[in-house]
């Protein structure tokens, strides 16, 4: 019986959240403006975080691929030192 009244109540506060008075309120040609940059604003945000978040993805595979170049790259570098030292004496 309490879950039929339940329904009945909430069917109430819908039909009541859809009853509409009138506001007779203002809204001036710069709210229209503010809307639009906070529309802006949020997309571009939203792409800003999507890019971050895409370079951290990326960061987790190539932080493996630079270890190996640069332990690569300090042999290398060694052994031009090796010839050089070589070449003078």
Same mark, same amino acid.
């Given at each position: @019986?309490?879950?039929?009244?339940? &329904? ?6 819908? +039909? ?6 009138? /506001? ?5 040609? &710069? ?9 802006? /604003?949020?997309?571009? @945000? &939203?792409? /800003?975080?999507?890019? +971050? %978040? %895409? ?35």
């Amino acid at each position: @019986m309490e879950h039929n009244q339940i &329904g009945k109540k909430i069917i109430y506060l819908a +039909l009541l959240a859809t009853i509409s008075t009138p /506001a007779y309120a203002y809204l001036d040609p &710069g709210t229209g403006s503010i809307i639009f940059q906070a529309i802006i /604003a949020s997309v571009v @945000m &939203g792409f /800003a975080t999507i890019r +971050l %978040w %895409w370079d951290k993805f990326l960061s987790l595979f190539s932080s493996r691929k630079s270890d190996k170049e640069s332990n690569q790259k300090n042999t290398e570098s060694e052994e031009v030192v090796v010839t050089d030292k070589e070449n003078k004496s």
